[in-house]
Every structure is written in C-alpha cells, then in structure tokens.
C-alpha cells in the first residue's frame, strides 16, 4: 500500500513561527516586568534596613558625626549585596568605597543637618540610576512619616551621574528643602502640599528623567 505523506506548506511554517515569536516577546516582556518588579522591592528593603541600622547604632549619640560609606561598611550596617570587599579580610574600606544599588546604580550615606547649620542630627541615604516606572513605584509607597520610623523627607529628581551624591554629600546646609532641593521635588511628612507619599501627579513629574536619583533624610 502506498501512503501519501505531505509536509507542512510554506505559510503553515510562517504561522508556527510568527505564533512562537509573539510567545517569545510576550515572555520577555513579562519577565522584564517581573524583574524590574523584584528589584524596586529591593531598593525598598536595603534603604529600610540601612536607615534602621543607621538609627540603632547611632541611638544613644545626639548626632551622626563621622557617617560615611565606610563607616557604615566597618560597622556592618550594609546588606551583603550592596558592595565586595576590598581586601581578603574584607576590612579595607573608605569614606568614598562604593556601595551599589540593586538597579546597579549607587548608595550614597552622608550626615545631614536637622533644623540648625552643622548640627548633623540627620543622615540621608541616596540612590541613583533608579528607572522611571521604579522611581515612581518608590516615591508613591508609604515609608511611614511617624517618629518612630525618623524620615524627614524624600528628595527625587534627575539622578543619572552624581545628582544624588551632590545632594547626599551637601550637609552643610541647613534645613530639609535647602538640603534636598525644591519644594516641588521635596516631600515632606505632614506637609499639606507636599507631603509623603507622593502623589502619583507628583511622582510621575519628579521621576521625569529616563534615570532618577531618590534621597531620603532621616534624623
């Protein structure tokens, strides 16, 4: 007996392989999306943790003289993740060592001023290379402006180089938003204008750039 066996036609192939490409975009997209996700939810909890350990080292002292990065590396207040140790016993740090973020951008810690020019009773943690759709992410969750979690403010604007070491760096001034910025970019808890969260109007204008930079002083 004799079968007759046919092959799939040319279009036939086409579709197949049109079908498998919009599968394949689509499961990049969405792994992308699921990433970008994750690593907003880092930021998140490394600057949570940071802040707390800051505050707890620092908790029977009436100022944070002496914070820098390397400081806050030797005391142990840095996720693991955030940076690599520069030597083999992994003591060799300094002011300036860096310290990463989980978009691959940089952490900066400084010492602030609270209310008075050089009183440094405040600290700021910034981050740069933040993307626009985790910027907003960020600035629109609710970091709690109660005594008890210690945020003064959040400070957001165009971050692709050093924008937010400049501003994490500037503790000889005094007062929140000469620190941090304009009131436009300055979020302040209670504030009946600007307050924290962001709204998303606001969030959405102040992560303006293709790469942000987020500072959030903390006393």
Same mark, same amino acid.
């Given at each position: 007996?004799?079968?007759?066996?046919?092959?799939?036609?040319?279009?036939? $192939?086409?579709?197949?392989?049109?079908?498998?490409?919009v599968?394949?975009?689509?499961?990049? %997209?969405?792994?992308?999306?699921?990433?970008?996700?994750f690593?907003t939810?880092?930021?998140?909890?490394?600057?949570? $943790?940071?802040?707390?350990?800051?505050?707890t080292?620092?908790?029977?002292?009436? *100022?944070?003289?002496?914070?820098?990065?390397? $400081?806050?590396?030797?005391?142990?207040?840095?996720? #693991?993740?955030?940076?690599?140790?520069?030597?083999?016993? &992994?003591?060799?740090?300094?002011?300036?060592?860096?310290?990463?973020?989980?978009? &691959? #951008?940089?952490?900066?810690?400084?010492?602030?001023?609270?209310?008075?020019? &050089?009183?440094?009773?405040?600290?700021?943690?910034?981050?740069?290379?933040?993307?626009?759709?985790?910027?907003?992410?960020?600035a629109? *969750?609710?970091?709690?402006?109660?005594?008890?979690?210690?945020?003064?403010? $959040?400070?957001?604007?165009?971050?692709?180089?050093? %924008?937010?070491?400049?501003?994490?760096?500037?503790? &000889?001034?005094?007062?929140?938003?000469?620190?941090?910025?304009?009131?436009?970019?300055?979020?302040?808890p209670?504030? #009946?204008?600007?307050?924290?969260?962001?709204?998303?109007?606001?969030?959405?204008?102040?992560?303006?750039?293709?790469?942000?930079?987020?500072?959030?002083?903390?006393?």
């Amino acid at each position: 007996m004799r079968v007759n066996e046919q092959g799939r036609s040319m279009i036939e $192939m086409l579709g197949v392989l049109a079908i498998v490409g919009v599968l394949s975009v689509g499961g990049i %997209a969405g792994y992308s999306k699921a990433m970008n996700k994750f690593k907003t939810n880092k930021v998140g909890d490394q600057i949570q $943790m940071i802040s707390t350990n800051i505050r707890t080292l620092f908790s029977s002292q009436r *100022t944070y003289a002496g914070l820098t990065n390397g $400081m806050a590396l030797q005391a142990g207040l840095i996720p #693991g993740e955030m940076y690599q140790a520069v030597s083999s016993s &992994g003591q060799s740090y300094t002011s300036s060592y860096t310290i990463t973020n989980a978009f &691959g #951008g940089k952490t900066f810690i400084a010492v602030a001023d609270q209310s008075s020019d &050089g009183d440094e009773m405040a600290f700021t943690i910034a981050v740069d290379q933040i993307p626009q759709s985790a910027c907003v992410s960020i600035a629109t *969750t609710d970091w709690g402006g109660d005594a008890g979690s210690g945020l003064a403010a $959040m400070w957001i604007g165009e971050g692709e180089a050093d %924008a937010a070491e400049t501003i994490a760096d500037d503790s &000889g001034l005094s007062g929140i938003t000469s620190t941090l910025g304009a009131d436009a970019n300055t979020h302040i808890p209670g504030d #009946g204008e600007h307050g924290l969260p962001f709204s998303i109007v606001d969030a959405n204008t102040a992560c303006g750039q293709s790469l942000n930079g987020v500072v959030w002083k903390y006393f």
